[in-house]
């Protein structure tokens, strides 16, 4: 069922890919225990932070603050008109996919939604609040999610999902979110950063991986490794 409404994140634009941004910073004796709402919040990689005086400095792999907790808003396609809020996101967003009941998949870097724990990926209702029933946490960030008839495949930068051993890659139900027997081979683990599903194929963009830097092809029922070898170069453009 196609969907006829859109999930937009909000955020502030920053001039630079690698940056090092300036936030002011209230120190106190004794820590706070719960994190600050209202602390502007960098979109990617803190690499450093040096402290000096009333200010904050961060360096890392970034392009966007966003200010507080993130927050996003659902909008009609047809109107544009805005029909619903994202709840508060405690960590960055990276992938919004739809789960054709007019609900969303989400996925990213986070910990928590609207004070629940939910680690990197969620299941919102249809109004864009968060379905307790659905739970299924990573142990590192989701990047990447695509939907084949009733599995949800999961990419990412990640060694566990509902428990269970899976590299960076998973299939999971969608009624439940347990992960499935489908294990992509062993002979390439890079991070899935993107995915496109064919009929038989799981083709994705892998990081770090070997033998292949770029694109790989897995089977959509068993997880092997295709032999279908694109000829890319070293700043991963297709030869």
Not at 71 to 91: K, R
Not at 104 to 121: A, E, M, P, V
Not at 155 to 166: C, H, L
């Amino acid at each position: 069922m196609k969907s006829n409404r859109a999930l937009l994140g909000v955020g502030r634009s920053a001039a630079v890919w690698v940056m090092l941004a300036a936030l002011r910073s209230i120190c106190t004796a004794q820590p706070a225990t719960a994190p600050r709402t209202n602390f502007w919040s960098p979109d990617g990689f803190v690499s450093h932070m040096i402290e000096a005086g009333d200010r904050l400095y961060v360096s890392g792999q970034f392009s966007n603050l966003v200010s507080g907790y993130y927050h996003g808003a659902i909008y009609d396609l047809a109107s544009g008109i805005q029909v619903g809020q994202l709840p508060e996101l405690a960590g960055r967003l990276a992938i919004v996919l739809p789960d054709g009941k007019d609900g969303w998949f989400i996925g990213g870097g986070f910990s928590s939604i609207s004070g629940t724990t939910r680690s990197n990926l969620a299941h919102l209702n249809r109004d864009g609040s968060l379905d307790t029933a659905w739970q299924c946490n990573t142990d590192g960030a989701v990047l990447s999610l695509a939907i084949h008839e009733n599995t949800l495949f999961v990419g990412g930068n990640f060694r566990s999902i509902a428990g269970q051993i899976r590299t960076n890659l998973a299939a999971v139900r969608i009624a439940n979110g347990e992960p499935l027997i489908w294990k992509r081979s062993a002979a390439t683990l890079g991070s899935v950063w993107r995915m496109l599903l064919s009929d038989r194929k799981v083709l994705v963009q892998e990081i770090g991986g070997t033998p292949f830097r770029h694109l790989a092809a897995y089977d959509l029922q068993t997880g092997e490794l295709s032999a279908w070898l694109p000829h890319i170069n070293d700043r991963g453009y297709v030869a």
